[in-house]
Every structure is written in structure tokens, then in C-alpha cells.
């Protein structure tokens, strides 16, 4: 595919008026052909009225057509073959086999979302049949199913070009759900985006839907995005990325006469808790893995393992020990951009520069001319970890922070005192159990998705998955970015009372034409 370097409103490609922006090869810092022109306020009002035209046609179209539809995105998206890899690879620096391996989890989200559709569980089926002889008042006809919000803004993340990107698990949901997505791609690799917003493009001319199903616009500075978030087509906002981006989402959005949702997945630094059996038995092997969990994509997942948590002792030491070696053998490896390097830098220095804390462990130095991050494990002690807010900041990146507690109650103090986080680790074995039951509810509280004795980097993209958790690692702590229920965001619910049953939705007519498991009158009914 020849890049042009244009935007995708609708059905048409459209060149922006705005300054041009480049994706930067980030292992040579070098610009890459072509120019993507920014978009303008413009273009934002043309996409959103496009997306605000197609709505209610789009959200009728038939279950399976919807599902095909999203099963045609994945088709095109790997009939791109290695062209699409190549140039995801020049734009980010991530290898080969990670962006592999990336394309197929995008396909796999797709073709989840396209069975989520057709199980129709999502739709929420609901029946409370009329009782007009109930004594002593009748009950009228009441039935509920979900309905999409609306137009679905999506912002691109910069550390997975294509899971979480223009075809990625916000997309994904947004079209499950039946509703258009404009999507803000992410500068850093914009050939990418335009790339797979082609094979969108294309899936909706295959199905014959309404063009504004899908638009994809480039900006430069926050012109574009805020002006996406305040139009009052738009109803609700998916986004990935730093937390004062997803703040100002989020206070551009509240700031609306007509306030929406915003899905932000914000900050987070998914504590690793060693309990002392476990770590008796298994310090070595536990750091190993932790280290290599730690460098995986240099450390830009935003489940990267920022912090250990154990009791000071002769364990945590052979702990500290086995990490400073497996680390000291590490490389430094290109990140994402040079910006994300330059932050990731600072954020590094800010610790090593830190009197509370010591170097325990550094792996090849980093080297700007490549962006190249180097790894390094830090560490300090719980009575200076809980005084000093500083050090529980994110560094985005290959770095992590090994804090000593005196017992296991300052272990349930740190737990207490952290912020919302997407994971939280418990390491151990058997006799640990009852310490671990002691700080599940700790867990619960501050967590999405709490793992035993593995490591958090790895998302599985299926039902039970959650990706999510308290401020500040989302906005909204009772949604999830990643699984098939990631659909619920962009849904509500509506209760039909008295309608002719030729007026309802197909999935709560009386005869059930698609034959769904319903809830009717308060009992699970499968289909006849």
C-alpha cells in the first residue's frame, strides 16, 4: 500500500491543512516519508457529522452483519501482510516477532467482539412479562435491552500501534457495541494508522454501511483532540496513555453542557508482593523472571512491574541479589520515541539522584543517539517509601523499585497506601496463604486484576479479562479496557413497558427470532 499521508473521513481520503508531522524512525532520529498534515476544527466537524448521520443506521444493522463486519476488518488488516509490520517496525522500533505477535492479538480482538455480537449477552435480555391479575396492582409488560451510547472517540496509544490503536480493543468494542468510531491516531507512527485505517475503510464499503461508521483524523498539539472531546456529537471517549492527557480528556468532557464518559487508562505501577515462603523457596527464580518481566518491550507495558514489596531479611536480600545480576546482564534497547525516552531518562535519573534510594543493579547503559533505554533495579525501605510520594511516580520503561518492609503489617501499610493500580502480584506457596487472605481485600480495593505466582506483563484477551482499576489507573474503576466486556462501556440500558411487540428490538420480541438465553421474569431461559 502506497501511504498518502491523507486522513479517512468517511469514505473519502482527505488531505489536511494543518502543519505537517512525521513519524520519526526512532533507532536513527530520523523523519519518515510522508508528511501527514494535520487536521483542523474542520475536519473534526465533518467526521463527527458523519459519525452522528450513520448512528442509527449503523446500530440497526443486523447482528451478524455486524459481526462479519468486524471479521472483514481482521481480513484486511492481515491481507496488509508484512507491509504493515515493516512499517510499524520503522515507526516504533519494536521487533518483528513483538509486532507479529501484536497483529494477531488485534485480529484475535476482533474476532472475539464479532462472537461476542452474535451471543448477544451484551444486549442484556430482559423480560418481566405483564401480570394483570397480580393483586394488589398489576404489573404492566416490561422489557430491557442495551442500546449503543453513540459516536465513540478513540485515541491511539503510542506503546501498541495496533492493539491499542485505530483497530485496536477501544475500536473493537465501539463498533461490537454499534457505534461509529473516530479515531485521533497517535503521531509517533501515523503511517501505521493510516495503513489499517484503510482495511476499516474498506470493511465498511464491503457491508454497504454508512461511511460515517469510521473516520480517522491527525492532529498536532491538543486542537484537535479537545475539539473531538467537546462535540456534542460524540458520546463517550476511549483513551490510552499518560495521566495528564487522560486529565484533561476527562475535565474537557466534564466540561460539556452534556458531560460523557471518559474510558482513560491513565497510570499505573502494578506492585509485586513476595510473601515469605515463597520467597525462602524461590528468591533467585522469582528475580530472574521479575527482571525479565521488567525489560519485556522495554518495560513499555503499562503492566511493567514498577515496584517490589517484601520483608527485610536475608531472603529479600538474596532476592536483591539474583535481580542485580540478572539486570547487570541486560542491554539497552530502542523505545517508542524519543520523547518516551527522554521522559523515561529523567524519571530514571530523578531516582538514582534520590537520596532515599540506591542503585542496586544496572544493566547497559542507555544510549540517546538510538533512544535506547537501559535497564536498572533501585532500592529503599518502606519508612522512606511511605514519607516520600515521589518515589511511588511511574517510570515508563525498564525500571522498578524494590522497597524492604520491617513486617508483614508495613507490607498491609504500603498495600494501603498506594494508588489505584491495574495489577497487583502475590508470590507464594502454601504457608503464605494466610497472609495472602490478609491482603486481598487490600488488593481488591487498589486493583483490576490480581495474579499468583506469575508476572503482569501479558494481557489475555478473553472473557474474564480486566484491564482496568482505580484512579489513577483508569478514570472509571468499573470498566475494563481489554475482554469482551471492554463492549459495556459504550452501552446502556433502555426498558420498553406496554410496546407492540412489532415496535421492540428483535432480541426481546416475544417469539425471539434470534434465539437468545434470555432473562424472563427473573430466570435464565435458553431458547425454545
Not at 522500533?93 to 461476542?116: D, I, K, M, N, S
Not at 503499562?302 to 547487570?328: H, S, Y
Request: glycine share 10%; proline share 7%; hydrophobic share 45%.
Amino acid at each position: 500500500m502506497n501511504l498518502t499521508g491523507s486522513m479517512l473521513i468517511g469514505a473519502s481520503a482527505v488531505r489536511g491543512s494543518g502543519r505537517d508531522l512525521y513519524a520519526i524512525d526512532p533507532a536513527r532520529g530520523v523523519k519518515l516519508e510522508p508528511a501527514f498534515p494535520a487536521g483542523t476544527r474542520d475536519d473534526v466537524e465533518r467526521a463527527a457529522s458523519l459519525a452522528q448521520a450513520a448512528f442509527d443506521t449503523y446500530r440497526n444493522v443486523p447482528l451478524e452483519t455486524r459481526a462479519k463486519f468486524l471479521e472483514t476488518i481482521a481480513e484486511n488488516i492481515l491481507a496488509l501482510g508484512d507491509a504493515l509490520i515493516e512499517r510499524t517496525h520503522l515507526e516504533t522500533g519494536l521487533p518483528l516477532a513483538r509486532l507479529q505477535g501484536e497483529r494477531a492479538r488485534t485480529v484475535g480482538q476482533l474476532r472475539l467482539f464479532a462472537r461476542v455480537v452474535r451471543d448477544g449477552y451484551f444486549l442484556d435480555a430482559t423480560i418481566d412479562p405483564a401480570q394483570p391479575e397480580r393483586q394488589p396492582l398489576p404489573r404492566v409488560d416490561l422489557r430491557l435491552a442495551n442500546v449503543p451510547l453513540g459516536p465513540v472517540v478513540v485515541f491511539g496509544a503510542s506503546n501498541f500501534p495496533l492493539a491499542f490503536s485505530v483497530a485496536g480493543g477501544d475500536t473493537a468494542s465501539a463498533l461490537a457495541a454499534g457505534c461509529p468510531v473516530i479515531v485521533k491516531a497517535h503521531n509517533a507512527h501515523p503511517g501505521t494508522a493510516e495503513m489499517v485505517g484503510r482495511a476499516i475503510q474498506q470493511a465498511v464499503a464491503t457491508h454497504g454501511l454508512p461511511e460515517g461508521t469510521f473516520s480517522l483524523l491527525f492532529g498536532a498539539g491538543n486542537e484537535i483532540g479537545t475539539a473531538l472531546a467537546e462535540h456534542p456529537a460524540v458520546k463517550a471517549i476511549g483513551f490510552t496513555g499518560s495521566r495528564r492527557g487522560g486529565l484533561a480528556l476527562l475535565a474537557a468532557a466534564n466540561a460539556r453542557p452534556e458531560p460523557i464518559p471518559v474510558y482513560a487508562e491513565m497510570s499505573s505501577i502494578n506492585p509485586v508482593f513476595l510473601l515469605p515462603a515463597a520467597l525462602s523457596a524461590r528468591a533467585d527464580a522469582i528475580a530472574q523472571g521479575f527482571v525479565d518481566s521488567l525489560v519485556m518491550g522495554v518495560g513499555q507495558f503499562c503492566t511493567n512491574p514498577g515496584l517490589v514489596i517484601g520483608i527485610e531479611g536475608p531472603d529479600l536480600e538474596r532476592f536483591r541479589q539474583a535481580a542485580a545480576k540478572a539486570v547487570e546482564a541486560k542491554g539497552a534497547a530502542t523505545m517508542l520515541t524519543p520523547g518516551i525516552f527522554s521522559a523515561y531518562a529523567d524519571g530514571e535519573a530523578a531516582l538514582a539522584g534520590n537520596a532515599c534510594v540506591k542503585t542496586l543493579g544496572r544493566g547497559a547503559a542507555s544510549d540517546p543517539a538510538a533512544s535506547a533505554a537501559g535497564p536498572v533495579v533501585f532500592g529503599t525501605d518502606a519508612d522512606r517509601f511511605l514519607k516520600h510520594r515521589e518515589l511511588e511516580a511511574e517510570v515508563f520503561g525498564p525500571a522498578s523499585l524494590v522497597v524492604a518492609c520491617k513486617d508483614q503489617a508495613q507490607v498491609r501499610e504500603v498495600a494501603e497506601h498506594l494508588e489505584g493500580q491495574l495489577t497487583a502480584t502475590l508470590f507464594l506457596d502454601a504457608a503464605d496463604e494466610a497472609d495472602a487472605r490478609a491482603l486481598l481485600p487490600v488488593l481488591e480495593r487498589k486493583a483490576g486484576r490480581i495474579l499468583a505466582n506469575g508476572y503482569p506483563t501479558g494481557v489475555e484477551v478473553s472473557h474474564a479479562m480486566v484491564h482496568g482499576g482505580p484512579f489513577p489507573a483508569t478514570s472509571n474503576a468499573a470498566t475494563t479496557s481489554v475482554g469482551a466486556t471492554a463492549i459495556r462501556r459504550f452501552l446502556r440500558p433502555v426498558c420498553y413497558q406496554n410496546l407492540p411487540d412489532a415496535l421492540l428490538p428483535d432480541w426481546i420480541k416475544q417469539a425471539n427470532p434470534l434465539g437468545l438465553t434470555r432473562l424472563v421474569d427473573g430466570t435464565l431461559t435458553p431458547a425454545a
